[in-house]
């Protein structure tokens, strides 16, 4: 995945974009570009976009180029699919009866399914950096929070930052005091453009890794998740996570 950043502050530069690649930005407003090569993607808006975070802002409503590609989002039981579709008033439409639907909002945090039904593809999300509030002690820019609810057994999620790595060295969602052990990460397999099932690990404070496989609790490597990368996490602490992140 191709990706650059270039933040005009030196310091957030530094501490949030150094090791990442293609995502080109100025006064921490730019763009991602996110490969959707044909079939499904795990997906996310990593920029809030000047327009708002809906699908017609998003994507190509209105060429016809993207006609027929569907985007899937999750309802807390099940996937809700729309279709883009230029000849729609809303550049949306159901699949099965081609009539028109809203489109989808998807801002920062909250992943997605994109199925790529023409040919392979690049999306290219502009907007600026989400900054939810002021800064503290030694950040420059600010923090931002993603609720991760336990009223729903999944939550379709990603990082609000526009980073990719490790979900807690990098992302920092974090498991203090092993307050989120039992918490679940699954990550599609995406083999061809088809799902294969998900890779599935368990936040577990005692495991080296802070990992561990959620049937035999074998160590597991820490999840990476990519820029612009949905994935779908099982609460499991018994109340709302705030995942806090800091530029």
């Known amino acids: 995945m191709r990706k650059t950043l270039l933040i005009a502050a030196a310091s957030l530069a530094a501490s949030v974009i150094s090791s990442q690649a293609g995502v080109y930005s100025q006064n921490i407003v730019g763009y991602v570009n996110v490969?959707?090569?044909v079939g499904y993607v795990s997906m996310a808006n990593p920029l809030d976009n000047s327009?708002?975070?809906?699908?017609?802002?998003?994507f190509d409503t209105v060429s016809g180029a993207m006609d027929g590609d569907t985007v899937l989002t999750w309802t807390g039981t099940k996937y809700?699919?729309?279709?883009i579709d230029s000849s729609s008033a809303t550049g949306f439409s159901d699949p099965l009866t081609f009539a028109p639907k809203p489109a989808p909002?998807?801002?920062?945090?909250?992943?997605?399914?994109?199925?790529?039904?023409n040919s392979?593809?690049?999306i290219t999300f502009?907007?600026?950096?989400?900054?939810?509030?002021?800064?503290?002690?030694t950040n420059v820019v600010g923090v931002t929070t993603n609720v991760l609810s336990s009223a729903t057994t999944y939550v379709l999620a990603s990082s609000v930052l526009p980073i990719g790595g490790g979900i807690t060295t990098v992302l920092q969602l974090a498991n203090p005091g092993g307050a989120i052990d039992g918490s679940t990460v699954l990550i599609p397999n995406i083999v061809g453009g088809s799902i294969h099932g998900y890779t599935s690990v368990n936040?577990?404070?005692s495991s080296p890794t802070g990992f561990s496989d959620p049937l035999t609790f074998a160590q597991k490597p820490e999840p990476q998740i990519g820029v612009g990368q949905g994935f779908l996490f099982s609460n499991q602490s018994g109340s709302d996570i705030q995942w806090v992140q800091s530029l």
């Open 51 to 58: 327009g708002g975070n809906t699908g017609t802002n998003l």
């Open 35 to 37: 490969p959707a090569p």
């Open 203 to 205: 936040f577990d404070s």
């Open 80 to 83: 809700a699919q729309v279709n």
């Open 105 to 117: 909002v998807l801002a920062p945090g909250v992943g997605f399914l994109f199925q790529n039904n």
């Open 126 to 137: 502009v907007g600026a950096v989400h900054v939810g509030g002021a800064g503290v002690s």
């Open 120 to 122: 392979s593809n690049t």
